[in-house]
T-cell receptor, first 111, second 117 residues
Framework: QQQVKQSPQSLIVQKGGISIINCAYENTAFDYFPWYQQFPGKGPALLIAIRPDVSEKKEGRFTISFNKSAKQFSLHIMDSQPGDSATYFCAATDSWGKLQFGAGTQVVVTP | GAVVSQHPSRVICKSGTSVKIECRSLDFQATTMFWYRQFPKKSLMLMATSNEGSKATYEQGVEKDKFLINHASLTLSTLTVTSAHPEDSSFYIC?????????????FGPGTRLTVL
């Protein structure tokens, strides 16, 4: 049973466009929400993360928006580039320090 | 900083043999390491949590006698797949946890592709 629900499963965006990935959770004990980027055949790399007491965090072209009351958070990739083509996973850390992953979103940025 | 390595990156073995995968935190000490398995186009599936100096905690459905985990030091954890079978073929990824304040952040290794013939 997936504790973090992620959508869409895949998306195609033109170069320069905005990629938006959404995640939702139920467990209010989750206290840390990282996003990971994974290229084929590689391990996931930490991209950006947020704690629930913050509503937005921006690092370069990547922004997390967090809505605590709705138990939803999203990743926005601004000015998407072909090098951003990868699979993105949202996650949430539970009280034991374990990560609960979303199902992943495959992003393809067309030239 | 926060670099995690895995060795080997790829391994092919015959059915019935055992394979050991090493996970090292290169520039930090990790009291907790995790082992995951990932099938093609799927999310990461947690197999076990490994704490330095104590027995690993396995997730439901993961055979502890088949997937032996040893966390010998604060920078090294090993996963041994015993008596491997073709169905054990998968991408195995480890992570090491770093605590900063109230936050535990996991950093992942590059993964190990296991193929069992």
């Amino acid at each position: 049973q997936q504790q973090v629900k992620q959508s869409p499963q895949s998306l195609i965006v033109q170069k320069g466009g905005i990629s938006i990935i959404n995640c939702a959770y139920e467990n209010t004990a989750f206290d840390y929400f990282p996003w990971y980027q994974q290229f084929p055949g590689k391990g996931p790399a930490l991209l950006i993360a947020i704690r629930p007491d913050v509503s937005e965090k921006k690092e370069g072209r990547f922004t997390i928006s967090f809505n605590k009351s709705a138990k939803q958070f999203s990743l926005h990739i601004m000015d998407s580039q072909p090098g951003d083509s990868a699979t993105y996973f949202c996650a949430a850390t539970d009280s034991w320090g374990k990560l609960q992953f979303g199902a992943g979103t495959q992003v393809v940025v067309t030239p | 900083g926060a670099v995690v390595s895995q060795h080997p990156s790829r391994v092919i073995c015959k059915s019935g043999t055992s394979v050991k995968i090493e996970c090292r935190s290169l520039d930090f000490q990790a009291t907790t390491m995790f082992w995951y398995r990932q099938f093609p186009k799927k999310s990461l599936m947690l197999m076990a949590t490994s704490n330095e100096g104590s027995k690993a905690t396995y997730e439901q459905g993961v055979e502890k006698d088949k997937f032996l985990i040893n966390h010998a030091s604060l920078t090294l954890s090993t996963l041994t797949v015993t008596s491997a079978h073709p169905e054990d073929s998968s991408f195995y990824i480890c992570s090491a946890s770093v605590r900063s304040g109230r936050t535990d952040t996991q950093y992942f290794g590059p993964g190990t592709r296991l193929t069992v013939l």
